[in-house]
C-alpha cells in the first residue's frame, strides 16, 4: 500500500517534472530570436540564459576582446530573450550614429529604474524612447543651456567664477600631497548644479560628501551580473524589497534631487528665471500644450537629474585624467605651461575666446579625452526600426552596443593609439585639428546634449588651475597608474599629487 501510494506520488512528481521541462522548453522557444538571415555572429546561445555565461560581467572588456577577434567587428550576443548587437571600430560605430541616425536613435527600456518612478510616463531624456516628447525636452534643454543669459551671470562668467574658487581651495592646500578628487568634482557639480537648482555648496560641505558617495555606490550598483540579470528578466523586479535593496542608493540620490526641487518651487516667481528648473516650471505653467510635450512634475525631476547625473562625473573624471597625465608626462605640462604664459600671461583669468590660439592646450585637452576615454561602452542605444549595417540585418527592438574605445583608440585612424600623444590632435604646423573618430560625446541625434558645456568646463577649469599651478608627484608617493578602473565610468584610480604655485 504504502509502496503504492510512493509509486503513484513518485509518478505525479515525474509527470508535472515532465510538464514543467516541456513548457519551460516551449516558452524559451518562443521567446528565443527566429533565425534571420544576415543577423551578425555571435557565440552559440543557451536556453534562457542565452550568451550571459559567457561573459565575465565583473570585467566585461576582455570577454568582449575575445568575442572581437572571433567575430568581427559586429557581433552579437543575447542576454537571456534580449538580442544585443555590439558595434566595434570607428567605421562601423559611424555609420550607425552618423549615416543611420534615426534608426539607431532609440534606447532600451530600462525595468531596473522603475523603482525610481522611471516608466512609461516619465523617462527624462538620457533613458527616454527616441519619439517626440525626448525630442521637445532635449530641444528646451539645450536652448535653456544655451540662452543661460537669465539669471544675471553668462554661463562662461559662472565656469570662470567657479574656477576661481577651485584655485583658492587647492592653494589652501598649502604645496602638501592631496587628492584631487573631492574639490574638482564638487567645482564641478556645482556649475551643473547652479544651472539647474540654483544651488552650489561650499567645498567640504558635509551635504556635498554625501551626495557624491551616494552617486559613485549608484554606479557600482549597475554593475556585474544581478543588475544586468534584472535589466532581462524584469519579472525579478516584482520580489518585494529587492530592488529598494540592491539600488538603495540611487534612490536616496532620487530622493536628495527631489528635495531640491521642493524647496524651489516654494519660493518660485514666475517672473522672475533664476535657473533650469524655474524655466521649466514656466513651461509647465503654460498648461495642457506643455503638458504634451513632456512638460510635467515627474518629468522635470528625471531631466534635471539626467543633467546632475549625465554633467557631473564625466567631467570631473576628465578632468581628473587631465592632472593625472600632466604628473605622468612633465615636458607636456610645461608645453602647456608655455602656451598659456605666451597666450594669456600670468594676470588675467582665461577665456573661451583664447582657445583658439592655444592650439597645443586645446590638443592635450583632447588627448587626454580620447585616452580618458571615460565612457567606454557609450550609453546603450536602440534600433528604432529594422536595418542594415555594413551589410548585417539588425530587426527592429535590438539592444546597440557602440563600443566608443575601439573608436577612440581604433588602430587604423590613430597614430599612436595607446600612447598619451597630444599630436595626434596638431597638423605639421602646429594647429589644431580634429579627426573624425574623435568621438568621446558619441554622435548622432542621441549623442551628448552637454558638449558645449564640458568643452568649456574642460578648457576653462584646466587653464586655470594651468595658469597659477606645477603639478607634481609627491616624493613618497609611486607613479601613478596609467590604467583606469570601469565601472561604467572608466576613471583614474585615485592619486595624490602636489600643487606647486608658480
Ligand atoms: C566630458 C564630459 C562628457 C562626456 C565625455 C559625455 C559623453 C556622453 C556620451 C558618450 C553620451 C551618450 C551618447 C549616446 O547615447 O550615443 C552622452 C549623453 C548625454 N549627455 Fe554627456 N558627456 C559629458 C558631459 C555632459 C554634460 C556636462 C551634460 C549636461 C549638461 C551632459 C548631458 C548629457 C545628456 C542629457 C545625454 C543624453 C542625450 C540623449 O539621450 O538624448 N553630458 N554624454
Ligand atoms: C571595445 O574595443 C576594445 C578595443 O578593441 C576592446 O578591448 C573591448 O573589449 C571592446 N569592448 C566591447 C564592449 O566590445
Ligand atoms: C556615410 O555618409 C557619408 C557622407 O554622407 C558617405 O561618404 C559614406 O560613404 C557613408 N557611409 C556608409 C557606410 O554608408
Ligand atoms: C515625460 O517624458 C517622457 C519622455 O521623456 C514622455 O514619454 C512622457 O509622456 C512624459 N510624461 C508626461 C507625464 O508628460
Ligand atoms: C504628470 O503626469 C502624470 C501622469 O500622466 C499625472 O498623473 C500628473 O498629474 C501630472 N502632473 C502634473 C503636475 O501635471
Known amino acids: ?101 534615426e534608426d539607431f536613435a532609440d534606447r532600451p527600456y530600462m525595468p531596473i529604474y522603475e523603482h525610481l518612478g522611471y516608466g512609461h510616463k516619465s523617462e527624462g531624456i538620457v533613458l527616454a524612447k527616441y519619439g517626440h516628447v525626448w525630442k521637445e525636452l532635449r530641444k528646451f534643454t539645450l536652448i535653456t543651456l544655451r540662452n543661460f543669459g537669465m539669471g544675471k551671470k553668462s554661463l562662461e562668467e559662472r565656469v570662470t567664477e567657479e574656477a576661481g574658487f577651485l584655485c583658492s581651495a587647492i592653494s589652501s592646500e598649502g604645496g602638501r600631497p592631496f587628492d584631487l578628487h573631492l574639490l574638482v568634482n564638487n567645482a564641478v557639480s556645482n556649475v551643473i548644479c547652479t544651472i539647474t537648482y540654483g544651488e552650489r555648496f561650499e567645498y567640504g560641505d558635509e551635504t556635498f560628501k554625501k551626495l557624491l558617495t551616494l552617486f559613485e555606490n549608484s554606479l557600482n550598483e549597475e554593475i556585474g551580473l544581478l543588475p544586468e540579470l534584472l535589466q532581462v ?60 510635450n513632456g512638460f510635467n512634475r515627474t518629468n522635470l525631476s528625471f531631466v534635471t537629474s539626467d543633467l546632475l547625473a549625465a554633467g557631473s562625473q564625466t567631467t570631473s573624471t576628465t578632468l581628473r585624467w587631465a592632472f593625472l597625465f600632466m604628473l605622468l608626462y612633465p615636458e607636456i605640462q610645461s608645453k602647456v605651461h608655455k602656451e598659456i604664459d605666451k597666450v594669456i600671461g600670468r594676470n588675467r583669468p582665461p577665456t573661451m575666446a583664447d582657445q583658439a590660439n592655444m592650439p597645443y592646450t586645446n590638443a592635450v585637452i583632447h588627448e587626454v579625452q580620447r585616452c580618458g576615454d571615460i565612457i567606454p561602452m557609450g550609453l546603450p542605444h536602440m534600433t528604432y526600426r529594422d536595418t542594415k549595417l555594413q551589410g548585417f540585418f539588425i530587426p527592429k527592438g535590438t539592444t546597440i552596443i557602440t563600443n566608443l574605445t575601439s573608436v577612440l583608440k581604433d588602430e587604423t ?57 606645477t603639478f607634481v608627484i609627491p616624493e613618497d608617493q609611486p607613479r601613478p597608474r596609467e590604467d583606469g578602473h570601469f565601472a561604467f565610468i572608466n576613471s583614474p584610480h585615485p592619486y595624490q599629487l602636489q600643487a606647486v604655485p608658480r
Open 1 to 101: 500500500m504504502t509502496l503504492l501510494l510512493w509509486l503513484s506520488s513518485w509518478s505525479n512528481i515525474s509527470v508535472l517534472g515532465v510538464f514543467l521541462t516541456v513548457f519551460t522548453v516551449l516558452v524559451d522557444f518562443m521567446k528565443r530570436r527566429k533565425k534571420w538571415s544576415c543577423y551578425p555572429p555571435g557565440p552559440v546561445s543557451l536556453p534562457f540564459v542565452g550568451t550571459m555565461p559567457y561573459v565575465n560581467y565583473n570585467n566585461p572588456i576582455l570577454s568582449f576582446e575575445k568575442f572581437r577577434k572571433k567575430f568581427g567587428n559586429v557581433f552579437s550576443l543575447q542576454n537571456c530573450w534580449t538580442n544585443v548587437v555590439v558595434l566595434n571600430g570607428y567605421n562601423t560605430v559611424k555609420e550607425a550614429l552618423v549615416n543611420k541616425s
Open 413 to 469: 585612424v590613430w597614430k599612436k593609439p595607446n600612447e598619451f600623444y597630444p599630436e595626434h590632435f596638431l597638423n605639421e604646423n602646429g594647429e589644431f585639428v580634429r579627426p573624425e573618430a574623435f568621438l568621446p560625446f558619441s554622435a548622432g541625434r542621441r549623442a551628448c546634449l552637454g558638449e558645449q558645456l564640458a568643452k568649456m568646463e574642460l578648457f576653462i577649469f584646466f587653464t586655470t588651475l594651468m595658469q597659477k599651478f
Open 233 to 292: 528578466v524584469p519579472i525579478l523586479l516584482r520580489i518585494p524589497g529587492l530592488p529598494q535593496m540592491i539600488f538603495r542608493c540611487q534612490k536616496e540620490y532620487i530622493d536628495f534631487t527631489e528635495m531640491l526641487i521642493e524647496k524651489h518651487k516654494e519660493t518660485w516667481n514666475p517672473a522672475y528665471t533664476r535657473d533650469f528648473t524655474d524655466a521649466f516650471l514656466k513651461e509647465m505653467a503654460k498648461g495642457n500644450e506643455a503638458e504634451v
